[in-house]
């Protein structure tokens, strides 16, 4: 996600930027008060939340 976001920049497509960047930031909210929800607090929660969003490329 970070070169995809640092490449949208580099050719100035600001707007692109701030969609992709605002739809991860969504994502990694709903999924971190999901965490909550379920009773992980903390690290724990932040830690799901990260997988939960970034995790599908299996750590690429």
């Given amino acids: 996600m970070t070169i995809a976001l640092a490449l949208l ?16 930031l969504l994502w990694f909210s709903a999924a971190l008060a999901w965490a909550h929800i379920d009773g992980d607090h903390g690290r724990h ?4 939340a990260y997988n939960v969003t970034f995790g599908w490329g299996d750590g690429f």
Avoid: S, T
């Avoid at 929660?45 to 799901?48: D, I, K, S, T």
């Fill in 45 to 48: 929660a932040l830690q799901r």
């Fill in 9 to 24: 920049g580099w050719y100035g497509k600001l707007v692109a930027v701030a969609i992709v960047g605002g739809v991860f």
